[in-house]
């Protein structure tokens, strides 16, 4: 698809959940052209698509209320506005680990009770764990997310809308200009560029690696190679997700995209670490990583605590950067970057951890106009 015109009111970079809601966002307010640069083939096929699935209500981050409260308000605006998308056919249990867990089972209770999460012991599941490492286990409500049906409604809604959609497109330059911001980029028929007064950069674990007169965020990141394993469930864990924690435990949950479960451990599915540095691109680093899988260590050390998964069956790994900002990467906390740069007026970089985050994004977006 060629571009009619070298101008728009705003350019979002990044094709995912976050880049595709903010450019809808921009749509409406209808201020001028609004285009959408994806680097891949297709929308929502990155960290949209490489990740637990998970929409959050709360329970995983008891050591950040902030975060932990803010997934519960989220919780229920998202599985109303994306029913079709939601998977609430398997019960959802938590576990508390009896040692090096960093909450005790009592400490669990009263931190759900705080944000106003649903919690209740769960004895009819209790004979899954092993009792000697597991304190107590508790039926809550989470659910699961399908990244290919969230795809098909990105790609509905843009259709309907008047946002140029640039797939196969790689940006490589963001400068300023008298008349705002240009952003140069490849696309497999030519090199373009456009002139525009916004541009959201969306690019998740590429945020820092553009050409031009683009610095870097002001925010320090860290960037993680992952590995999610994709496994098929016997039959007595085939409805259920369990998260084992808080600390170095571990994470089963349904992936509706595929049909399996993903299989996450806190020790080793963070392959390699490395701190965010302009010239080091992220996904260049993943593609010449070997991915050799680790799922044989996670299964060893689950069973210790979840026996059946040793009936589990592998089928392959999905492997991600995934990006978070250093200052968080000691605690739980999961707070969305929304950094305007100071030196570029119009330019914001936007990064979050969690999907049910883009309620905080619109927010913001929100202030952005209430202040024009």
């Known amino acids: 698809m060629s571009l009619s015109d070298s101008k728009a009111y705003a350019v979002v970079i990044g094709g995912g959940f976050y880049g595709v809601n903010i450019a809808l966002y921009l749509a409406e307010k209808d201020r001028g052209q609004v285009i959408l ?8 096929s990155r960290a949209s698509y490489h990740n637990q699935a998970r929409v959050h ?49 009592k400490q669990f209770v009263r931190f759900c009770k705080e944000i106003g999460a649903k919690i209740e012991p769960s004895e009819d599941f209790s004979h899954l764990f092993n009792s000697r490492l597991i ?6 409500e989470e659910y699961a997310f399908n990244a290919s049906v969230l795809a098909e409604w990105s790609k ?11 797939l196969n497109a790689s940006v490589n330059e963001i400068s300023k200009r008298k008349a705002g911001l240009m952003v140069g980029y490849e696309s497999e028929q030519s090199s373009q560029k456009i002139r525009a007064e916004k541009v959201f950069n969306c690019t998740y674990s590429g945020l820092n690696q553009f050409g031009g007169d683009f610095g870097s965020t002001h925010t320090k990141l860290k960037h993680e ?20 924690m808080d600390g170095p435990f571990f994470s089963m949950m349904p992936f509706p995209a595929r049909g399996l479960h993903t299989l ?58 995934k990006t978070i ?48």
């Open 37 to 44: 640069l994806e680097k891949e083939s297709s929308l929502l």
């Open 57 to 105: 209500n709360g329970y995983h981050y008891p050591r950040s209320f902030t975060t932990s409260y803010r997934s519960h308000i989220n919780f229920k605006r998202f599985v109303k506005d994306w029913p079709s998308a939601i998977n609430k056919d398997f019960t959802k249990l938590y576990a508390i680990a009896r040692n090096n867990s960093k909450v005790t089972a």
């Open 135 to 140: 304190e107590q286990s508790f039926l809550v």
């Open 156 to 166: 509905a809604q843009l259709e309907l809308s008047d946002i140029e959609v640039v």
């Open 225 to 244: 190679v992952t590995e999610m394993a994709l496994m098929q469930m016997p039959d007595s864990l085939k409805h259920i997700g369990i998260t084992v």
């Open 264 to 321: 996450s451990h806190v020790r080793y599915t963070p392959h390699f670490s490395w701190q965010d540095e302009k010239g080091i691109n992220p996904y260049e680093k993943l593609a010449q990583y070997n991915k050799h899988t680790r799922v044989d260590r996670m299964i060893r050390d689950v069973q210790r605590y979840l026996p059946a998964i040793e009936n589990a069956k592998y089928r392959e790994s999905l492997f991600e950067v």
């Open 325 to 372: 900002l250093i200052k968080n990467d000691i605690d739980d906390g999961r707070p969305i970057l929304f950094e305007e740069h100071s030196n570029f007026p119009g330019l914001y970089s936007v990064l979050g951890g969690k999907i049910d985050n883009i309620y905080d994004v619109l927010q913001r977006l929100g202030d952005l106009d209430a202040n024009l």
